[in-house]
């Protein structure tokens, strides 16, 4: 039983901790996040997520819920967005490794439809913070892969769209050819359609302001 003054465990690691890694990518909002961690014989111990200090570093939206999903090899995911409510994400790998992008598909964004991609693994512990605006998928690229992520709102389905993963506009470099989809993710839509929606619905806030 512990009597109130013994360390628990992760604490000293706690006292000498220093600060991640917070790297800009090629779109500066997109940021990649390099925790320190600290192995030993034992194990590891790493601060996954502080508040102040990812707020601090250009974090800075409110994320309010956590999302957890299992994929299988050559599982690929999205390209998902919302576009009246959209979420930004804290992306992190807690088994196997992924191959995860995120593509702007903010309106009048100097970067609209270019993309950015890390990988993230469980060995490596980096984590991707993609911003409100953008949309969001990613490929296992090994047996399989469980991903754990953060985001500012809740899911909206009837807000939610698909860019289909392939779309030859965006021009994404994936490292799987023939990708495991879900019917949904089969059935994803061209960015050229989404930008058209996305300018019908900023002149539709326009009016009404």
């Keep these: ?98 191959y995860d992008v995120a593509v702007d598909i903010r309106p009048g964004s ?22 409100a605006g953008f949309a969001h998928g990613f490929c296992v690229t090994g047996d399989r892969a469980q991903v754990a992520y953060k985001v500012s709102g809740a899911w909206d389905p009837a807000d939610e769209v698909t860019i289909t993963w392939n779309d030859p506009q965006v021009g994404i470099d994936w490292p799987v050819a023939e990708p495991v989809l879900s019917e949904k993710d089969s059935a994803g839509v061209s960015l050229a359609e989404i930008a058209d929606r996305l300018s019908h619905s900023s002149r539709a806030e326009e009016s009404e302001s």
């Design 110 to 131: 100097p970067t609209f439809g270019n993309w950015v991609a890390a990988i993230l693994s469980a060995r490596n512990a980096h984590q991707l913070y993609i911003p």
């Design 1 to 98: 039983m512990n009597n109130g003054n013994e360390k628990q465990p992760g604490e000293e690691e706690m006292e000498d901790r220093g600060l991640p890694r917070f790297l800009p990518q090629s779109i500066p909002d997109v940021i990649l996040v390099e925790p320190r961690v600290w192995r030993d014989e034992r194990g590891f111990f790493f601060e996954s997520y502080n508040a102040p200090a990812w707020r601090a570093a250009g974090i800075k939206g409110d994320l309010l819920q956590d999302n957890h999903s299992l994929s299988t090899g050559g599982v690929l995911r999205g390209l998902h967005a919302q576009l009246t409510r959209p979420q930004a994400k804290l992306v992190r790998v807690v088994e196997g490794e992924i």
